[in-house]
């Protein structure tokens, strides 16, 4: 190694030295990530559980159905993300009822047609659940499935330069716009 190499972190060893990751550094996520997890137990902090027994405009529901909910993410990847939830507190798809995996079905699909009426028309979407923490489920004791419109581009330069995700939109606008786009029965 030359002088003008042990000048460089990367050569020493040192903090910041190179080790073949990129990194995306996103403090303000640390809100959600030190955020109390809810128990197995129903209502033991399960915002899934508290949602439904607050008025909708301040748990962001916007459908409610017979065994289950469609309600705004409050962390949303995109405008419009949607979580489709059980009202019964449960961890896993398999432990739906036969009526809720119907309903649960039923409300994934109103929410791709809603989120399509309100917003023009997103790209794509990525539907999934996360079941149990190792899967990566922020809320492993409450069954939920996202519901993610996606358009070309929406990753763009600004969550990885500017560590800011840019929502063009207010959770209040974009539910208000999903209100008026549900499709009725």
């Not at 027994?53 to 993410?73: F, I, K, M, T």
Request: glycine content about 10%; some cysteine; aromatic content about 8%.
């Amino acid at each position: 190694m030359s002088d003008a190499d042990s000048t460089v972190p990367e050569a020493r060893g040192l903090p910041g030295a190179a080790d073949g990751f990129e990194r995306l550094w996103t403090p303000h996520r640390m809100v959600y990530v030190k955020g109390d997890r809810p128990a197995a137990e129903q209502g033991s902090g399960c915002p899934f559980c508290t949602a439904p027994g607050l008025p909708d405009e301040d748990s962001l529901v916007v459908h409610r159905g017979e065994h289950c909910y469609v309600v705004l993410n409050l962390f949303p990847y995109n405008p419009g993300h949607l979580l489709v939830c059980p009202y019964r507190h449960v961890p896993l798809y398999v432990d739906l009822t036969e009526a809720e995996t119907t309903e649960f079905t039923e409300l994934t699909k109103r929410s791709i047609r809603a989120i399509g009426a309100a917003s023009g028309g997103p790209a794509g979407f990525n539907i999934g659940m996360n079941q149990g923490e190792a899967a990566g489920a922020g809320v492993a004791a409450h069954l939920h499935q996202h519901v993610v419109p996606r358009w070309e581009g929406d990753a763009n330069f600004l969550p990885i330069v500017g560590r800011t995700k840019a929502l063009p939109q207010l959770l209040e606008d974009t539910r208000q716009q999903l209100l008026a786009a549900w499709p009725q029965d």
